[in-house]
């Protein structure tokens, strides 16, 4: 079955600077990426998604890029601000899988410092 | 206010009592999840539902039960709860066939089995 890996499960950086979070995925037949946020004591909250017949899309400072050849997709956010701190959750799923399922990453640990 | 709301929030039980964990969403979405989260694990899904009456195991269903009577409620009982199905657990809904990944999260449930 499918399987996503994350990295990396933690990350500080100072407010202003970038932030990368990677994932690869295992199976070939996903197609649709999504991110998600989740803040302490909330549900997770779908921030940015990309489909396999797109490479790249952005919006304001969140942007996600995605390699189907390479089976890698990542989270970029520039301009980081403290509240960008949060977990953040990539997940992969198959337009066929008629379950909707998602197979979330670990997750990653967000810390902006001010 | 569109949402998904879970009851209880926290809930603390000994092992073989039988508990219900409750979700309702209010967007008239035909699918609806249930996730659990554990540490380093990201979530994984539990059972889902296509619609009314149709309901399927997703990845971790042992010692789960789910109903969908009604289209807005989807919940998820536990028989004989034992300790390790202490978790965060979380409802999702989706509109369905027309944007069928993009799933909306609850607040989470943390249920502690002692």
């Known amino acids: 079955g499918e399987n996503v890996e994350q990295h990396p499960s933690t990350l500080s950086v100072q407010e202003g600077d970038s932030a990368v979070i990677k994932c690869t995925y295992s199976?070939?037949?996903?197609?649709?990426f999504p991110w998600y946020k989740q803040e302490l004591g909330k549900g997770p909250q779908l921030i940015i998604d990309i489909r396999s017949n797109v490479g790249e899309k952005k919006d304001q400072r969140i942007a996600v890029t995605l390699n189907k050849t390479a089976k890698h997709f990542s989270l970029h956010i520039t301009e980081t601000q403290p509240e960008d701190s949060a977990v953040y959750f990539c997940?992969?799923?198959?337009?066929?899988?008629?379950?909707?399922?998602?197979?979330f990453g670990s997750g990653t640990r967000l810390l902006v410092r001010p | 206010e569109a949402q998904v709301t879970q009851n209880p929030r926290y809930l603390i039980t000994v092992t073989g009592k039988k508990l219900t964990v409750t979700c309702s969403q209010n967007?008239?979405?035909?699918?609806m999840s249930w996730y659990r989260q554990d540490p380093g694990l990201g979530l994984r899904q539990i059972y889902y539902s296509m619609n009314v009456e149709v309901t399927d195991k997703g990845d971790v269903p042992e010692g789960y039960k789910v109903s969908r009577k009604e289209k807005r409620n989807f919940p998820l009982i536990l028989e004989s709860p034992s300790p390790n199905q202490t978790s965060l657990y979380f409802c999702?809904?989706?509109?369905?066939?027309?944007?069928?990944?993009?799933?909306?999260f609850g607040p989470g449930t943390r249920l502690t089995v002692t």
């Open positions: 997940a992969a799923s198959k337009a066929r899988d008629s379950s909707y399922k998602l197979i």
């Open positions: 999702a809904s989706s509109p369905g066939t027309r944007t069928p990944y993009e799933q909306y």
């Open positions: 967007m008239n979405h035909e699918y």
């Open positions: 199976d070939s037949a996903s197609n649709y």
